[in-house]
């Protein structure tokens, strides 16, 4: 049975992340991953990326890589509500609010720095089951192997749930439906954040295209997926508003949206990351940059520790560490969510008033500014 320091399983943009930022540690990696290698970057989703992130992509050494569109501002309103709120990078002193980056731009990025590292990734290799003892975890592969580690990382994406390690769930009964849309006009790298009774619509600046990510119910999602392309184009620009008109659309692809989380993002020997320790909704573009932060965290930690990587204290200290952070960041993603796709009247004017309360209040407004630019940092 092969023997190494650190297994991670799944090799997509959070684990991958994880191999890099410890490439010095000395360690012997190992990534495992179900998929033939490469297949992360087909993913068609284009993410939202904060300033944090862009920092600690850089020290990985990836960002320069990287078609990043600049956030100059990011518009927020409210469908049927009066008010709304306009953040300005340039009020920070800050050359952008965020960053647009392909989702599958991301992972091609990350996977060409692996491969210059030497990290080996075993593909084509699904992990079955997880044991962890006192000195090692045993990382039983769908082929009838056998891996045997000092550390699990896991970062396959989906919560599994066959573990003892309680979850909180709640699915929000909607679906985003994304595309990449072709303004009739240039974006002037402005992000408009919409939220709607049926669940909050993105524009997002990506080249010289709009990445829309437009959440709706399962049902309406089928149908939406189901249009022509000119039929989508005019509901979809019926639902924005005027604020920027769309001259063409391209491939629709769908995502169920669930709030899924450990409250323990680590076990014995194994710790989880990314989706497989917290799945957010998209609202306000929370869950990679989230999980950028653990995985910096998580790779300090163990080098800060050295020795045994998957010692008790060592994962006791990332937990304790990361506690603010995620849980208010869940939280954070979760309030959004069910504050403003409520259609019952009183709620939807006083998320108006309160957009508006936002625009004219500078405190609140550079919390949820820095909020988007740094994450946990926003706090006080
Ligand atoms: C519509 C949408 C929009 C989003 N927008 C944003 C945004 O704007 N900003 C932001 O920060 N985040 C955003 N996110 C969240 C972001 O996409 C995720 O945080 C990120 O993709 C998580 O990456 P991951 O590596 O944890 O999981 P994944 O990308 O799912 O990768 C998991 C990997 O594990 C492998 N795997 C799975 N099971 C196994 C197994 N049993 N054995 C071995 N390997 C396995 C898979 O093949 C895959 O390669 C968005 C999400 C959605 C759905």
Known sequence: MQTHDLVIVGAGPVGMALALALKDSGLDILLVDARPRGAARQDPRVLALSHGTRLTLERL????????????TIHISHQGGLGRTLL??????QPALGYVVPAGALAGALDDALASTGIPIRDNAAVSGLAGGADDVIVSLADGRHLRTRLAACAEGAIQGADDKPLVEHDYDQHAVICVATPAEPHGGRAWERFTPQGPLAVLPCGSGCAIVHTAAPAEADALLALDDATYLAGLQEHFGTRLRFAGVGPRARYPLLLRYRQDPVGQRTVWLGN??????????QGYNLALRDVWACAQVLLRAGGDPGAAETLATYARERRLDRSGTIRFTDALVRLFSSDAAPLRHACGAGLLALDLLPPARHFVAKRMMFGARAWP
Not at 61 to 72: D, F, K, S, Y
Not at 276 to 285: E, K
């Open 276 to 285: 497989a320790a917290q799945t957010l909704h998209p609202v306000a573009g």
């Open 88 to 93: 300005r990078a340039e009020e920070y002193g």
């Open 61 to 72: 050494g990836v960002w320069t890589q990287l078609p990043a569109t600049a956030i100059e």
